[in-house]
């Protein structure tokens, strides 16, 4: 019995198997056994996870990074698709890599993840919820930049960075019709962003952030109708004071 045990233990020993099993687990600690790739995937889960905790969101959204596809264009360069969404079935949050090429600070990440959190905390409302944003999408995508914004302040993260990385990223079509499109005009979005912030949180429209040029390209584009706006309240404000 003693023999066969040891003749068992020897061919244990020997077998290629065993001994890869060994190596594996001597390269193997602590430091080193949950090591991960990709800064950017451990940055969205740190900054999602901020937004969440810091306004204790009592929903479960699951946040994802996903390479982009290649994408050839007609005279031949290569670019990525640059997204991020939120699917409003399964609650989840996906921002593709190509999305990183746009984002210069953890602020403008913030808004891009808050935006994409608030619809999927929208969708919480059940299935007439689902289909009211499906059908609707423009209006919800208008309150998820606004909801975003409430979220980065509370995360302690500058609203400005909405407005800088919008202007850099918003699309400008021609139309704005509901059937040629899921998102209102850029222009369109970051103007209530402004206002919001305007008349929410106007500390953060001296910040440093309203000097960079992304901030500063969205104030020459839309000049006149900042300028309109502004008068508006300055009008109000008068009335008010008259008021009392």
């Known amino acids: 019995m003693k023999k066969m045990f040891f003749v068992l233990s020897l061919l244990l020993l020997s077998s290629p198997l065993f001994a890869d099993e060994v190596v594996l687990l001597n390269d193997i600690n602590k430091d080193n056994f949950w090591a991960k790739q990709g800064i950017e995937v451990d940055k969205v889960l740190n900054v999602s996870n901020k937004i969440m905790m810091s306004n204790q969101i009592p929903r479960r959204v699951p946040v ?14 290569v670019t990525e698709t640059v997204n991020a969404y939120s699917d409003t079935y399964n609650k989840n949050v996906t921002v593709l890599s190509g999305m990183f090429n746009y984002i210069d600070c953890d602020d403008e990440l913030a808004y891009i993840l808050a935006h994409e959190i608030s619809h999927s905390v929208e969708a919480y409302g059940g299935l007439f919820k689902y289909l009211s944003m499906a059908s609707n999408s423009k ?13 980065m302040v509370k995360a302690g993260y500058n609203p400005i ?4 990385m919008g202007n850099k990223i918003f699309t400008e079509p021609m139309w704005d019709w509901g059937f040629n499109s899921s998102h209102p005009k850029g222009s369109k979005r970051l103007m209530n962003m402004y206002k919001y912030i305007f008349i929410k949180y106007p500390e953060y429209l001296n910040s440093t952030m309203a000097k960079l040029p992304a901030y500063k390209n969205f104030e020459y584009a839309l000049n006149d109708d900042i300028k309109e706006f502004q008068q508006k309240q300055k009008k109000k404000a008068i009335k008010a004071d008259e008021i009392l």
């Open 64 to 77: 994802m990074v996903e390479k982009s596809k290649k994408i050839v264009t007609m005279n031949g360069t």
């Open 139 to 151: 209006k919800y995508e208008e309150k998820a930049d606004l909801t975003a914004i409430d979220y």
């Open 161 to 164: 960075a909405a407005i800088t």
